[in-house]
């Protein structure tokens, strides 16, 4: 279906080593830490979990658990497939701030008598029922509804609104060309002029909006997925570094080297010591 709520109690339990190694996995968390107080590791950026708080990760996210007996609460966890049943649920995936926050991870605390409660218990009713024909989509409709609660929510709890306007509509232009090509493009002009803007027009966009340059932007991605794929693959130096475009090893080592203050090896010897 690619859609399942499982305990976070129980998840602990059962595979306690692999939630505190990095780790990844190419679908969407909800995670609902209810009883804990604890740092949830959020692509090599520590979050802090308070009670009763929710945290939504994008797919692709590498995190790792905190290692505590602790820990308590429920995640629901879906794929594309399972919610995107058409062109508006994919636009909504992409462009919710609970997804798509420009500046930190997303995460809300649950009030006493919120609506996030009540819907989430229907949905965990409904998972529950016998399996039909009318469960993925009264599942779907109930999990888009509880999403649209906690963007509300959200926007209530220390969100930092970005203004609309023509400055923000291209950041958002180019952080989805980025998302697509970093792997094979580090040039701004190209990113521009796929834009139909000039590199200047860009710079004071990011500039404005996010406080960094479209180079710091593409250097920022490339440099998050080598951390990624150091720490959740076996994948060799040379190989990460070549399906990064780069097509020497040492141009990636000096490349990671030059932003990280460490090599590849010596990041990756950090993350399991």
């Known amino acids: 279906m690619g859609f399942e709520i499982v305990s976070l109690k129980e998840l602990y339990i059962k595979a306690k080593g692999s939630l505190t190694t990095p780790h990844r996995a190419n679908f969407y968390h909800i995670l609902w830490f209810q009883h804990c ?9 520590p979050v802090s979990v308070k009670h009763n708080s929710v945290l939504f990760l994008n797919k692709d996210t590498v995190q790792i658990f905190d290692n505590t007996e602790a820990i308590d609460g429920k995640a629901i966890l879906f794929t594309d ?62 999990l888009h509804n509880f999403l649209l609660l906690a963007e509300r929510e959200r926007r209530k ?11 923000l509509d291209y950041v958002l232009l ?43 932007m593409i250097d920022e991605r490339v440099l998050l997925e080598a951390k990624r794929l150091l720490t959740h693959t076996t994948e060799s130096i040379k190989e990460i570094g070549f399906s990064l475009g ?5 141009n990636f080592i000096k490349y990671f080297r030059k932003h990280q203050k460490v090599t590849p090896v010596e990041f990756r010897e950090r993350i399991f010591a």
């Open 174 to 216: 180019f952080k989805d060309l980025l998302e697509n090509q970093f792997k094979t493009n580090r040039q701004v002009s190209q990113y521009a002029s796929q834009i139909s803007i000039t590199e200047k027009r860009l710079n004071q966009a990011t500039s404005k909006v996010l406080g960094k340059s479209p180079k710091e």
């Open 157 to 167: 709890q220390n969100f930092i609104e970005i203004k609309k306007g023509a400055d």
């Open 81 to 142: 497939d399972f919610f995107c049943q058409s062109a508006d649920d994919l636009k909504f995936l992409r462009s919710t701030v609970l997804f798509n926050d420009l500046f930190s991870v997303s995460h809300i605390e649950i009030t006493s008598g919120s609506s996030l409660t009540e819907i989430f218990a229907l949905i965990e009713r409904e998972w529950q029922q016998t399996k039909d024909n009318y469960q993925a989509e009264i599942l779907q409709n109930y």
């Open 246 to 250: 780069f097509d020497e090893p040492t």
């Open 37 to 45: 107080n604890l740092t949830h590791l959020v692509d090599f950026n």
